[in-house]
Nanobody
C-alpha cells in the first residue's frame, strides 16, 4: 500500500513556475514508479509524466516536454514535478500516482493522491 499527498499547487501567471510535491507513505514507494496526471475542467484526466523507481527512466507527454521535469527522492519518500514556462492550458488539478510497474505506454497506476489545483492566468 502507498498513500500519496500532493502539495505545491496554486495560482501563477503565464510564464511562471511551480513545483509540486508528492509525499508518499508506505514501504513500497521506493520500489514503485511514480508519476503525475492532470485533469482540466470538462476534460478527461491525462498523463503528464512518469519516473522509474531508480530515476533512470522518465517519460513526458509531448505538451510539457522541455518545460516540466519529474524527479524523486526515495530517501525522503517524495516525488516532484517542476513546472516552468507555465501556460494557461496547463491549468488543471494535478494528481500524483504510483505503481510497482513502470510503463511508457498506457501506464495505469494503482495508487492515487487527492490532487492539487494549478491555475495559470494569462
Amino acid at each position: 500500500q502507498v498513500q500519496l499527498v500532493e502539495s505545491g499547487g496554486g495560482l501563477v501567471q503565464a510564464g511562471g513556475s511551480l513545483r509540486l510535491s508528492c509525499a508518499a507513505s508506505g514501504r513500497t514507494f521506493g520500489n514503485s514508479a511514480m508519476g503525475w496526471f492532470r485533469q482540466a475542467p470538462g476534460k478527461e484526466r491525462e498523463f503528464v509524466a512518469v519516473i522509474s523507481w531508480s530515476s533512470i527512466r522518465t517519460k513526458y507527454t509531448d505538451s510539457v516536454k522541455g518545460r516540466f521535469t519529474i524527479s524523486r527522492d526515495n530517501a525522503k519518500n517524495t516525488g516532484y514535478l517542476q513546472m516552468n514556462s507555465l501556460k494557461p492550458e496547463d491549468t488543471a488539478v494535478y494528481y500524483c500516482a504510483a505503481d510497482p510497474v513502470y510503463s511508457t505506454t498506457d501506464w495505469r497506476p494503482t495508487y492515487w493522491g487527492q490532487g492539487t489545483q494549478v491555475t495559470v492566468s494569462s
